[in-house]
């Protein structure tokens, strides 16, 4: 391989102008397809296989135009101190609150709460009205959500206090534009540092740039044929920027050492594709894997998110191996500092030159098995919260008490109880019953006995008779382990129900959705980690022809991902540091933060892997001894890695800031798991490891040995490679 992508280097950097207008070209024409394309259907979030999603679907089935999946707004109302809400003109100034919603844009229903029973509370001091909207949440329209905020407003007005909960107010998924700016703009002055040249620092950014804005518009004019929603492209946005940057930072990173020990500016380019391109290709196939791999988790949505992301990396990956030896054509030796430049010859050899990599790799090299032994302690220490860890999905209990929402659900707990923002709907379906009202009514009826039930609303029937739908308020709130344990006792007593009158119960809603969630990511963690790992540990055997390397790197991914989760209990279950960084209330940890910790972290750490211990074992297939091949490979790397983790770690820190409570969390989840990943595992871990076993790190089996392919990632091949093609006439080329 080290072969075929040193040619290509050489080919791109010689046909530089073709290969530039070759990706202007795809560009745009992904630019006009995604202009040209519909609009990307709204796919919605589904869990099929869960009792949840079958009882949601049946319902959208028996009861038609009830609109089940669209957005709901409550309007909760409480009288001024002293005061009853059922006083003669706080009554009137609710029924007219509601009345002026009734008629509004995408409003199908608006309930007045002295109309319903159960909507004002017992002391009289607290009702609700529940607004009931034929557009899906996040696109209930301006128009609507404005009359929504008005009508509020006019009851405060007239002495009220008017909050609004539900999802009627949830806006569309930002795009993320602005972080990805003050991402690009941190990346900059990471890679200005790192570079010292403005010029080189440029064309990472450029690159990165270039292979995700054709990422999306394939992403985009795909939408309607492969059913990608407009959320679809969030994860394929945020890391084809990762990535794209951490590869064009290593291949210009090689470049500059190639010129550096006096190689002319092809020659250059092509080693820099047939070394560090290698372990950019392998780099980029372990993330694709990674990504690939939520399929198994049985979420669509999460599914297709993986497989947009890995195609946009896949994408990335292109471009290194083509766009940045062409680009390092247009540039030539201006990607190295100036001060290099004005050397004479353009050439400083720099084989043996200290650095803080080869220092702190040298430390380690001394001293193995004390590092080694502080750095698992340390991370299993950080790692101990999670063996706390509880899943779930936060809702308007987890917003800030400044939103409308938080307060509506706190005044709702007060006024009828925690478990009123979380009720359960159980759906009966009597079809084929010999008395459907009798059994709908036994339903009920065991319903409302079980421990743990407040109360349950009558059984409301569809036109046809068929099927009835019945609420049961928790005594607790949504998020709490007895209402999880309040719905499968519900489900449990299904069966019997069955048996007696004929009727099928399941149990869905809200609350019951967010458990279902919470558990199939929960039985999919171990499956996912099983084919992610295990596929991209036999990738790694390819790669570094060793067995323990790649064990090593699997165990070390552990053990960053774990402290990761624990630093996430820590904070968002213990409420350590919460003031700190804004969080407002303690709860479960966000069903997918594993698995997406899984995939993303995942991704970046085997590139931290490849990066930096391809050039370990370069410099020991080249002839060095086991422990100054390390100090080698940290020499002309470390700065690298820890240049692309610093850019991650800006990167993700910046999400930590923004109010909502699942975004803060991812922020800080990612940005802790890299850092521990890329400091704690790889820059320490791994060269503490590799000096215990020595040569032995490098140990295959002889059988072994014969069945892997010899894919030359470390370029062993490059110094017998056949004469290079004619390179231009200005540029002498030596081999």
Request: proline share 5%.
């Amino acid at each position: 391989m080290a072969t075929f992508l040193y040619r290509l280097g050489r080919w791109a950097f010689a046909r530089r102008r073709l290969v530039a207008l070759l990706w202007v070209a795809v560009l745009a024409v992904g630019g006009v397809l995604a202009a040209k394309a519909p609009a990307a259907p709204d796919d919605g979030f589904s869990m099929p296989g869960t009792e949840a999603q079958k009882a949601f679907d049946l319902m959208n089935e028996r009861f038609p135009g009830g609109h089940a999946d669209g957005a709901s707004a409550r309007l909760v109302f409480v009288a001024p101190s002293g005061q009853k809400i059922t006083a003669a003109p706080n009554q009137q100034t609710v029924e007219k609150t509601v009345a002026e919603l009734a008629h509004g844009e995408q409003v199908t229903s608006a309930v007045d709460p002295f109309k319903m029973p159960g909507a004002v509370s017992k002391d009289g001091t607290t009702a609700y009205a529940t607004v009931s909207y034929s557009a899906k949440a996040g696109e209930v329209s301006k128009t609507a959500t404005d009359a929504l905020q008005q009508a509020a407003q006019h009851g405060r007005d007239a002495g009220l206090k008017v909050e609004i909960g539900g999802n009627a107010l949830m806006a569309k998924p930002d795009a993320g534009g602005s972080s990805e700016a003050i991402g690009m703009a941190l990346s900059a002055v990471v890679l200005v540092i790192t570079f010292g040249s403005l010029v080189a620092a440029g064309l990472p950014l450029l690159t990165a740039v270039i292979g995700v804005g054709l990422g999306m518009s394939l992403i985009t004019a795909l939408g309607s044929t492969l059913g990608l929603s407009s959320t679809t492209g969030t994860l394929a946005m945020m890391l084809g920027l990762a990535v794209g940057i951490d590869y064009a930072l290593f291949i210009v990173s090689r470049y500059r050492a190639e010129l550096a020990e006096g190689r002319t500016q092809q020659e250059a380019a092509g080693r820099a594709i047939g070394t560090a391109g290698s372990a950019v290709v392998f780099a980029g196939l372990t993330v694709v894997i990674a990504l690939a791999g939520l399929s198994v988790v049985g979420i669509p949505m999460l599914a297709k998110m993986g497989m947009a992301a890995a195609g946009t990396v896949v994408i990335a990956v292109l471009v290194a191996l083509t766009l940045v030896p062409a680009l390092l054509g247009f540039i030539g030796r201006r990607a190295l500092p100036r001060k290099v430049r004005k050397a004479q010859g353009g050439a400083q050899p720099t084989g043996a030159k200290e650095n803080g990599g080869s220092r702190w790799a040298r430390f380690i090299v001394r001293r193995p098995l004390a590092v080694l032994l502080l750095g698992v302690v340390g991370l299993g220490v950080l790692a101990a919260p999670a063996l706390d860890l509880r899943l779930g999905l936060p809702g308007d209990e987890a917003k800030p008490t400044s939103t409308t929402q938080r307060r509506a659900y706190d005044l709702l707990s007060e006024g009828f109880g925690p478990g009123f923002n979380g009720p359960l709907t159980v759906l009966v379906d009597v079809k084929g019953t010999a008395d459907p009202k009798a059994a709908a009514g036994e339903v009920a009826k065991s319903v409302s006995a079980v421990p743990g039930v407040v109360t349950v609303t009558p059984p409301m029937f569809n036109k046809a008779g068929d099927t009835a739908l019945l609420n049961a308020i928790p005594a607790t709130g949504p998020a709490e382990t007895a209402t999880k344990d309040l719905v499968h006792t519900i489900r449990g007593q299904a069966a019997g129900l069955k048996a007696s009158t004929g009727a099928t119960v399941l149990v869905s809603g809200t609350t019951a959705m967010n458990i279902d969630v919470s558990q199939k990511l929960s039985d999919a963690m171990l499956p996912y980690l099983a084919v992610v790992v295990g596929l991209a540990v036999l990738l790694l055997l390819v790669v570094f022809r060793s067995v323990l390397v790649p064990l090593k790197a699997a165990l070390g991914f552990l053990l960053s991902v774990a402290a990761a989760l624990g630093a996430v209990v820590a904070v968002f279950q213990w409420g350590w540091l919460a003031d700190l960084i804004g969080v407002e209330q303690t709860g479960p940890v966000m069903s997918m933060m594993p698995i997406f910790m899984i995939g993303v972290v995942f991704g970046l750490a085997m590139d931290y892997e490849v990066f930096l211990v391809t050039r370990i074992r370069e410099a020991f297939v080249h002839g060095e001894q086991p422990g100054e091949a390390i100090v080698t490979g940290f020499r002309h790397n470390a700065r690298v890695v820890t240049a692309a983790a610093f850019i991650m770690i800006a990167v993700f820190s910046g999400f930590i800031g923004m109010s909502e409570p699942m975004i803060k969390m991812m922020g800080l989840g990612l940005a802790a798991a890299v850092a521990f990943d890329a400091f704690v595992v790889r820059m320490t871990i791994v060269p503490a490891v590799l000096a215990l076993l020595g040569r032995r790190a490098w140990w295959l089996p002889r059988w072994l040995d014969r069945l892997i392919p010899d894919v030359d990632v470390e370029g062993s091949k490059l110094h017998t490679a056949a004469a290079p093609e004619p390179a231009p006439a200005k540029e002498s080329v030596t081999v």
